[in-house]
């Protein structure tokens, strides 16, 4: 039986008294997840899918594949979910987990050129003040974040996503990029230079 054959048509407010879940913090709802309950797991995933999809989508260079990504990590963050020691942290580890499955993707497939989300950027990461690329919320410097983005080599953008969006640390972002930590963060400090450097417009 579904929720709309056991909830009758009714007030928001009502309808919020009868399923709090949509109104509860991201922590909880993991905790009630690793719990077993799907519920929970449902209104988790659909408050980050958009999020989800469009890392994925960058990550993979691919709709199709993002979408492949993001179906497979569902399935993986069910049933890692019970091993997850700090719920509050569940959206960075749902993250994590999309790109080790898009890792996974592009490992065995030729992705296709498909960069239409503006998500990923519309959501970076804004605790480094100091740095105008993540404090930028005009929308033509995210136009134009994204078009930078774009340009970098395919490596350079990934790694730049990895730390700056997903937050990975050097070594997470080497072993899906197949290349060494130290080669790891010579992407990652081209792609900043670069990024800085096209976005000066909107210092």
Partial sequence: MNAAEIVPASSGSERERADPLPAASDGLLAKRASDGDEHAFEVLLRRHLSL???????LTGSRVDAYDAVQEASVAIWRELPRLTTPDAVK??????????????IRSRKPTADLDDEAVVAQLPVDHASDPLLISTNADAMAGLKSALGRLPALQRQAWLLREVGG?????IADHLGISTPAARGQLARARETLTREMEAWR
């Fill in 52 to 58: 989800l999809t469009a890392y994925a989508t960058r």
């Fill in 92 to 105: 960075g580890w749902m993250m994590r987990i999309v790109s080790r499955k898009s890792f996974d993707l």
């Fill in 168 to 172: 990975e640390s050097y070594g997470e």
